[in-house]
């Protein structure tokens, strides 16, 4: 119970109380003294004026302060007071953790204290010293978590514990998946508050004795001594369990998933700036390889994290030099009724400086991570366009498709981009179809389909790509407007030999056309399967390797142009 008479000092405090008098107004810090056997203490003034306390002599200083500490941090410093006050084990004590001020925020503090022994050995004197660490190079603003400076100075700690004991552990980078939309759908604010949501369920899955750090952006790191794989793994299983529940701020949820980066120490390396790139490695390859998973770090790995980022670099040096080592290809998209070209699918080609082809798949992700998609899909526009003028002399209805990412969708100059380069090469609005490639993540219909509004008022036409792979493929028929749906290769690969796919397919055709939009079925490779999806489908438009691979301009023009 608090104990709020006024409490008279012991004769031992009050022996001391004179130095203790001295040092309380020649610093800052704050300052306890304990007498053991009583358990009073008297504490310095500014405690009683920075947190919620009643006077400056107390006893049973615990029930004030135990309140105070942030409930993750508890366990730990109940477990070192106990050793002191208790066990008398530890005679000593240094602990970093969150105490809460009277304004109710946490602010992280450093405790230290001695006991003092008396001259038969028994405890008298417990005293010590308490000073806040200097919040912003301390601290994470938003989270109040340690942040990257405090993280660096705890893995040097656990390194050279390692280094004396012999026993490693786990560095875990843990980064959440689609942070950005919380903050792009919301606002700052929410996002922040999401933040401070995920870095408690982090804390109520670790276990207490363990530090949750904040680093840049949304990654949190845990320094995790003598974990293994199964120990990482469960935690990580535990992880996802938890945000598999939606986060709800003000009354809106929100889902978020998280990928992380782990590597052993001292197994992958034995210093701290190696060790920290190869958990940000990890994690990076963690969200390359699809994210919502757990990379653990090993050489192989890092090694094609390193050629990701030398992919980047090239990248960016062909970006400034005019997009050179780009190319278009062509791919002819055909009537499905009569099999008549009606135009063709532009797509992305890089050549690397030794002239070797690098696959969209591989570039289309960094493009986009790094936001080069922006300059290059203008410049791909532009191409495409230039194509489609010169086609459109040999058949004059040719229509180009070009794949746009939601980056894009989002750039407010794009829109500008288009109209202007309409105007320059004298294409009509007609002539062009935007395909957009990354409808599964779109996360707020009604912005996209604004912006595809103001395209389709132009007389651009509108594609959604790749339906059937994304997991809300349904709910983006229901509400994305547009005038064609790609139905993807991996619905119709298997329509010949399962009749449910077909059915499958039929009926996605039959909602499209419901809703006044056109069929375009993509990666037909058999004329079987053509003549099912001709025949019993009803599609509007095929495009598969049966009529036609992608082909640089001129192969294109020699095999679909004559
Ligand atoms: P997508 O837009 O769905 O393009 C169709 C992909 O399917 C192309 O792969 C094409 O070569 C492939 N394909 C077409 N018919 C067949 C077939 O019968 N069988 C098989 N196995 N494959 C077929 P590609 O060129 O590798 O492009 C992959 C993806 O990269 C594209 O999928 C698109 O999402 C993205 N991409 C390509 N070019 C661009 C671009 O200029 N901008 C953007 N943002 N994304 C692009
Ligand atoms: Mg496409
Ligand atoms: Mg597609």
Same mark, same amino acid.
């Given at each position: 119970?608090?104990?709020?008479?006024?409490?008279?000092?012991?004769?031992?405090?009050?022996?001391?109380?004179?130095?203790?008098?001295?040092?309380?107004?020649?610093?800052?810090?704050?300052?306890?003294?304990?007498?053991?056997? %009583?358990?009073?203490?008297?504490?310095?003034?500014?405690?009683?004026?920075?947190?919620?306390?009643?006077?400056?002599?107390? %006893?049973?200083?615990? =029930?004030?302060?135990?309140?105070?500490?942030?409930?993750?941090?508890?366990?730990?410093?109940?477990?070192?007071?106990?050793?002191?006050?208790?066990?008398?084990?530890?005679?000593?004590?240094?602990?970093?953790?969150?105490?809460?001020?009277?304004?109710?925020?946490?602010?992280?503090?450093?405790?230290?204290?001695?006991?003092?022994?008396?001259?038969?050995?028994?405890?008298?004197?417990?005293?010590?010293?308490?000073?806040?660490?200097?919040?912003?190079?301390?601290?994470?603003?938003?989270?109040?978590?340690?942040?990257?400076? $405090?993280?660096?100075?705890?893995?040097?700690?656990?390194?050279?514990? *390692?280094?004396?004991?012999?026993?490693?552990?786990?560095?875990?980078?843990?980064?959440?998946?689609?942070?950005?939309?919380?903050?792009?759908?919301?606002?700052?604010?929410?996002?922040?508050?999401?933040?401070?949501?995920?870095?408690?369920?982090?804390?109520?899955?670790?276990?207490?004795?363990?530090?949750?750090?904040?680093? =840049?952006?949304?990654?949190?790191?845990?320094?995790?001594?003598?974990?293994?794989?199964?120990?990482?793994?469960?935690?990580?299983?535990?992880?996802?369990? *938890?945000?598999?529940?939606?986060?709800?701020?003000?009354?809106?949820?929100?889902?978020?998933?998280?990928?992380?980066?782990?590597?052993?120490?001292?197994?992958?390396?034995? =210093?701290?700036?190696?060790?920290?790139?190869?958990?940000?490695?990890?994690?990076?390859?963690?969200?390359?390889?699809?994210?919502?998973?757990?990379?653990?770090?090993?050489?192989?790995?890092?090694?094609?994290?390193?050629?990701?980022?030398?992919?980047?670099? *090239?990248?960016?040096?062909?970006?400034?030099?005019?997009?050179?080592?780009?190319?278009?290809?062509?791919?002819?998209?055909?009537?499905?009724?009569?099999?008549?070209?009606?135009?063709?699918?532009?797509?992305?080609?890089?050549?690397?400086?030794?002239?070797?082809?690098?696959?969209?798949?591989?570039?289309?992700?960094?493009?986009?991570?790094?936001?080069?998609?922006?300059?290059?899909?203008?410049?791909?526009?532009?191409?495409?366009?230039?194509?489609?003028?010169?086609?459109? +002399?040999?058949?004059?209805?040719?229509?180009?498709?070009?794949?746009?990412?939601?980056?894009?969708?989002?750039?407010?100059?794009? $829109?500008?981009?288009?109209?202007?380069?309409?105007?320059?090469?004298?294409?009509?609005?007609?002539?062009?179809?935007?395909?957009? %490639?990354?409808?599964?993540?779109?996360?707020?219909?009604?912005?996209?389909?604004?912006?595809?509004?103001?395209?389709? +008022?132009?007389?651009?036409?509108?594609?959604?790509?790749?339906?059937?792979?994304?997991?809300?493929?349904?709910?983006?028929?229901?509400?994305?407007?547009?005038?064609?749906?790609?139905?993807?290769?991996?619905?119709?690969?298997?329509?010949?030999?399962?009749?449910?796919?077909?059915?499958?397919?039929?009926?996605?055709?039959?909602?499209?056309?419901?809703?006044?939009? +056109?069929?375009?079925?993509?990666?037909?490779?058999?004329?079987?399967?053509?003549?099912?999806?001709?025949?019993?489908?009803?599609?509007?438009?095929?495009?598969?390797?049966?009529?036609?691979?992608?082909?640089?301009?001129? *192969?294109?023009?020699?095999?679909?142009?004559?």
């Amino acid at each position: 119970m608090r104990n709020t008479n006024k409490v008279p000092f012991t004769p031992l405090l009050k022996r001391h109380k004179f130095i203790f008098d001295l040092l309380k107004n020649s610093t800052d810090a704050y300052l306890y003294c304990t007498d053991v056997k %009583t358990r009073t203490t008297m504490i310095s003034p500014n405690i009683v004026r920075d947190f919620d306390f009643p006077a400056e002599v107390v %006893t049973n200083l615990n =029930d004030y302060w135990l309140p105070l500490v942030h409930p993750h941090d508890r366990p730990a410093y109940s477990a070192m007071i106990n050793s002191i006050l208790e066990k008398h084990t530890v005679h000593e004590f240094a602990l970093e953790y969150r105490l809460k001020t009277k304004k109710g925020d946490y602010v992280w503090i450093r405790g230290r204290g001695r006991l003092g022994l008396s001259r038969d050995g028994e405890p008298e004197l417990f005293a010590g010293i308490i000073t806040r660490m200097a919040g912003r190079n301390q601290a994470d603003e938003v989270t109040g978590l340690l942040n990257k400076y $405090r993280f660096e100075h705890g893995l040097r700690m656990a390194l050279r514990t *390692s280094g004396i004991t012999g026993e490693g552990g786990a560095i875990i980078f843990v980064g959440l998946d689609n942070f950005k939309f919380v903050n792009e759908t919301a606002n700052r604010i929410v996002g922040d508050e999401f933040l401070r949501r995920v870095a408690a369920i982090i804390e109520n899955i670790l276990p207490p004795m363990l530090t949750l750090y904040k680093m =840049d952006g949304d990654v949190f790191a845990v320094i995790y001594p003598e974990a293994n794989e199964t120990v990482v793994g469960e935690f990580f299983n535990d992880l996802q369990r *938890s945000l598999a529940q939606p986060i709800e701020i003000s009354g809106r949820p929100y889902f978020c998933t998280a990928s992380a980066g782990t590597v052993f120490y001292p197994d992958s390396g034995k =210093d701290y700036l190696i060790l920290q790139k190869y958990a940000e490695a990890a994690l990076d390859m963690a969200k390359k390889g699809g994210k919502n998973n757990n990379c653990l770090f090993n050489k192989e790995v890092y090694n094609r994290w390193l050629r990701s980022i030398a992919l980047r670099d *090239s990248l960016f040096e062909s970006v400034e030099s005019n997009c050179a080592g780009f190319e278009l290809y062509f791919q002819p998209q055909v009537n499905a009724k009569n099999q008549e070209l009606v135009g063709a699918e532009a797509l992305l080609r890089w050549f690397n400086a030794k002239g070797k082809m690098v696959a969209p798949m591989e570039i289309i992700p960094t493009l986009e991570e790094t936001k080069l998609i922006l300059p290059v899909g203008k410049w791909i526009f532009e191409e495409a366009v230039k194509v489609c003028r010169k086609w459109r +002399r040999i058949n004059e209805n040719f229509k180009v498709s070009v794949n746009m990412s939601y980056d894009q969708v989002k750039d407010s100059s794009f $829109r500008e981009y288009v109209i202007n380069c309409l105007n320059r090469w004298q294409v009509p609005p007609e002539a062009v179809v935007l395909e957009l %490639t990354e409808s599964r993540i779109v996360a707020d219909w009604h912005f996209v389909n604004r912006e595809f509004d103001e395209f389709r +008022r132009l007389g651009i036409k509108i594609a959604m790509d790749d339906f059937g792979t994304g997991y809300s493929s349904l709910a983006m028929l229901k509400n994305l407007s547009c005038d064609i749906v790609k139905i993807d290769r991996a619905f119709v690969r298997e329509i010949e030999i399962s009749d449910f796919d077909l059915l499958l397919v039929k009926y996605a055709v039959d909602l499209c056309h419901r809703k006044g939009m +056109r069929t375009c079925i993509e990666g037909v490779e058999e004329e079987s399967a053509y003549r099912l999806l001709a025949d019993k489908v009803g599609a509007d438009y095929i495009q598969g390797y049966l009529f036609g691979r992608p082909e640089a301009v001129g *192969s294109f023009e020699e095999k679909f142009l004559r």
